[in-house]
């Protein structure tokens, strides 16, 4: 498909694209009152292999963790589903009906993830499913999504190397977040020597593995250390005290979840400063929301790659924390991930209303090529590949748990999940 210079369509083909989500975002626009007057298509035309969709609603599920140790990352998307749901339900909803949604908690266990994606699938026949974090849930849904047939919108970050027809990919996957991250900070900051730091799991692994074929052989830099710990560690001295002997010029950490708090405290109490950046650290699994558990003061000087922060400057991005703000508290903080979820019943709808129907094989069909124009990260397009088109930017951590943006690339990347030389 031709794109101009920034990876969008010519505005010719864009009109031709459905827009449903993107024209959603705006809440208000003069457009919107004529999709409820559109008239009803009968069920049995939009719906022909049982899903649980009847003449005024359809379900959807929910399933994230809001128990356990993951619970500080996927609360936010939780929020933020709920909240496209609402809009888009207020709007007139899909294809005429309303959404109904049966919220699961995966409990940060991944055994319980895959238990639950079945119920939703088989008892409750939702017609789409909002969730996941980490890449082990995700991994544990995926053979029930693609043996029951159902559509899985996931928004994390993660390792690529993956592509399914029954997942929407709404997050970045590894090139789109990584190396233009390393890129950066060689260039920018001068970096030679770098100490890999994660959680023990598919994600932070394989992102390191990734994170270090780029340093040493594209960068021909220095990896010191590599380390990881299992979910829901709390001690991360005796790594400290490694780091602070080896002296890297960049701590890479992919630490997930509640973990987060202990490690950057500790960080702080260990007498490393980050806003004197000796050493740097650059994060690839801290956002807005869990900053919020770990207190900006512990974290301000950091660095995080991603492709969306709460501070961008643009009116799309006004509207949405606007809006979820007034949902769900004053106080409240987006992140990357939070921001993700929220694209997924928008894409879910677009896909839905350019097919006529709920079916899945149909959704699949209809998915690639759907763009959101006013998405709050910016435009994004949904590649054939099943992942979307983003910018990277890295963000530079205040003491008000805010990260201000300091780089973002020029163009979209183009999603790539199974990179040439990294595998």
Known sequence: MQTDKNGAA???????????????????????????????????????????????????????????????????????EKLAIKQINDMGG?????????????????????????????????????????????????PVFEQYNGMLYYPTFYEGLEES???IYTGQEATQQILAGLDWVAKEKGAKSF??????????????KIARKHIEDHLGLKVVGEEYYPLGHTQFNSVINKIKLRKPDVIYAIVVGG?????????????????????????????EDEIRGIGGENIEGAY???????????????????????????????????????????LWKAAVEKAGSFDIDKIKEASP????????????????????WSKTRVGHAKADGQYEVVYETKELMEPDPFPEGYQ
């Open 369 to 388: 090529g759907i763009e959101l124009t006013t998405a709050p990260e910016g435009y994004v397009r949904i590649h054939e590949n099943h992942h979307l």
């Open 165 to 167: 027809p029954n997942v």
């Open 304 to 346: 995080a790659t991603m492709k969306y922060f709460q501070s961008l400057d643009n009116d799309n991005n006004k509207a949405f924390v606007k809006a979820f703000k007034d949902m769900w508290g004053q106080d409240i903080v987006i992140g990357d991930v939070t921001q993700a979820a929220y694209l997924g019943p928008w």
């Open 195 to 208: 100490y890999l730091l994660g959680s023990d799991y598919i994600w932070p692994r394989t992102s390191n």
């Open 10 to 80: 010519p505005r010719s083909m864009q009109r031709r694209k459905l827009m449903i989500g993107a024209a959603a975002l705006a809440l208000g626009m003069a457009a919107m009152p004529r999709l409820g007057l559109a008239q009803t298509p009968p069920t049995s035309e939009v719906n022909t292999t049982g899903l649980a969709v009847t003449d005024d609603t359809v379900k959807v599920g929910i399933l994230h963790s809001i128990t356990g140790t993951m619970a500080i990352s996927e609360t936010g998307s939780v929020q933020a």
């Open 94 to 142: 899909v294809l005429g009906r309303k959404i109904e949604f049966t919220q699961e908690d995966g409990a940060s266990d991944w055994p319980t993830f895959a238990e639950k994606a079945k119920k939703l699938l088989v008892e409750d026949k939702v017609a789409a499913v909002f969730g996941c974090w980490t890449s082990a849930s995700r991994k544990a849904v995926l």
């Open 259 to 287: 973990s987060n708090v202990a490690f950057y405290k500790q960080l702080k109490a260990a007498g490393i400063d980050m806003t004197k950046e000796k050493p740097l650290l650059m994060t690839i699994s801290v956002t």
